[in-house]
């Protein structure tokens, strides 16, 4: 079962898989996750005055721009050019919720360009957030749909992806 | 309540919080992450071959990596020489546990160095491991401990830091 | 007139904005701006010796540099692949007058990497000129003309284009 | 008069000088522009809606971002470690003043810090207001002021730093 | 002969050459060079357990990273998404045998990318064994064949690429 | 023997070493190289016009501006501030000869940064003679002198270091 992970070559030394004959399609993928925090720091992003409107501002800033570096952060991940990066925050009771489309008009998906939005935005948040609330954490970071190139459509089989419901 | 967000100034906008005034002192933080994953794609990991071994390695690297970069990923994170980063990974039956401990002596804590070392070092796992296996997912990335600067140090009040007893 | 501004979502939220049914077609920008000097400095670089030479060439450098870094540094701007960056001076009596053309085969204009390219080259020369002229500012930072995509050709409408007479 | 442009070696070629023997001091700089755009667009900047609110943030956060970024951007500036950046905008009838405040504890100004801060911000309300307003420009880039180091305060001499005023 | 080097324009200055009217085409640069150390310390890198591991897959995601940041370190380089990054090593008597394969589908071709990569790989090498190895070097660092483009193919006349023959 | 390679841990897993405890001082070291190139390449660059004058600048820029990228480039490398970085370039009969200075007031060495800087600015000279001169070849990157530190100073011993001899 070893090929099954595709950046390791025939003897199991990672290497940037060879995509040149690969299709250019058009390519989309949605990731979130939720940062977790006590209901009093929920409440103060909920109020959506300035500040909090400030604090979400700048982690939908940081998280475009992650986007945009991906290939720089991870590995073996292939430089692509980002074409549309859509980053929407819905606070609940204990906890903010991101979730992340990208789209590109590429050779390879752009998943990992998802979640990477989706990990920085979430910790510009709790980097702001962590002076008042120390018990914060970083839950359900995942891909929930991708859609382009040879697979087709995927997405996650779970309930409840209210997510993108009322973003 | 609105003063506890410390990144924000007076008047509610983003600013990098001025630490010219701080003193320097050794500092030390500890995050943890888990990627949870199908017990299957766990097992490949656990037999510690060399597939596996590259996979954690090159997820070690750009952990380390990321860490150096935080400051260029996260808009309010101060610059900061890290001079110390060590990263372990733990693979349990359902998923692959991530610790990391970053030391610098400066004005200011390195959690949020730490974290992004862990976020990163999962999407690399994330990345590696999703072709064999689409159900993965990031879950609580936090900060664990603490040490050093006027605060002193803190530790997160949870059983179980599983993470560090055997890495 | 709220949806005049683009980077904007229909909330109002930034967003990159999405290009990928765009047509790719063969784009050209041109910026230019004027780091505005005393005689005395300007004289020094119209010389023209190995001194000036050094100083305007190390700026150039910069200037190309910085184009192809636009996207990492301008949150909303899409990253793309530049295929011509073209940089002149034209040192005058007061200034040094800094051209910029930039072109690529692209989905968008390239209107802000020319922009990007004029200021750091700009920039870099403020760096190397202030500690013998105090009096340094930069002026005029604008686009001149852009070719290529649906919007067709433009020019600004203002006499004078010097820069690009005798570079 | 070739050795007062220290950024040049004695044989006339660009190098990093070197400030090792330096004194380690608290250093602060100033630095402004001015985004000057047309009457309506101000207007509609000045109303301070979310809108007019998302514009200013987002520049705002580039800018801080790029002030960390001075020293990959011009070649001859020394890495620092930037310990407070504080980024201001005031809307008048034609254009966005933009005040910039760096501070840092090291062996050299952080002056270059400041306009790199200015320029990125500038270019960030030109990218997303140019939709809109075709005729904008960036005007008077300068250092307003620097505390710190050898050769003591300085500041332009200069009437109406009305920038900082009521920002 | 001035005009052989493409790189200056017709003034003799640096800028970015216009590849915009080039064809894209499928395309692929190999390169190679040698990190010379003494034979105890090439040694333990043969005896290939964990250690020797750990050094060589450091090394193999630094080249790979490099090369994705080669038009940010060469100033003259376009911009080009890799498609493909395969980094070999092979261990001799007295030294480390660096491979890299590089390919791109783009208007221009890599073999600056694979060049990059390997030097990367080889200096991470140097910086991991130098502690044990002061003697270190790198040596023979040059293209070895490229494909595809105006130019067609090419290879360096030289016998013995035996870097390529056990990796 | 396996504790030799000190960026590896006890378990043999790379990390990057503590240093927090180090002694901060001011730390030297030289690296060299030499691009070897046809005997017609290097006379057009020995001429010393504004053709090899440009040539040689803009390897200067990219190798100073690369020593400050080191920690970026190599995994285990501990971010520094450079205070000084110098290089020199001196053309010989089949070859251009590369000599690097770099100093930091720091808690670790620097040579490294000197030959990352030495590596970019060969590579740079590699990328703008190699239109006319598709024999290029990189050698003798390494270290030749380090003062600072515990372990005292140390320098190469070879015969014949020409390259700092008239540059």
Do not use: N
């Amino acid at each position: 079962m070893k090929g099954a992970f595709t950046h390791l070559d025939r003897r199991g030394h990672a290497h940037m898989v060879d995509i040149t004959a690969k299709t250019v399609t058009c390519r989309l993928a949605r990731a979130a996750c939720r940062v977790v925090m006590r209901p009093g720091t929920a409440a103060q992003l909920a109020e959506g005055g300035a500040t909090a409107r400030d604090i979400l501002e700048t982690a939908r800033v940081a998280g475009i721009q992650a986007a945009k570096l991906t290939s720089q952060l991870l590995p073996l991940c292939h430089p692509l050019l980002l074409q549309d990066i859509h980053i929407t925050f819905t606070v609940a009771e204990d906890h903010v919720a991101i979730g992340v489309e990208v789209g590109s008009v590429d050779r390879t998906g752009v998943e990992m360009e998802a979640l990477t939005a989706g990990a920085v935005a979430a910790l510009t948040i709790y980097d702001m957030c962590k002076s008042s609330d120390p018990d914060l954490s970083i839950e359900d970071l995942c891909v929930w749909e991708k859609t382009g190139g040879r697979s087709g459509s995927w997405h996650r089989e779970e309930p409840g992806d209210a997510v993108y419901s009322d973003a």
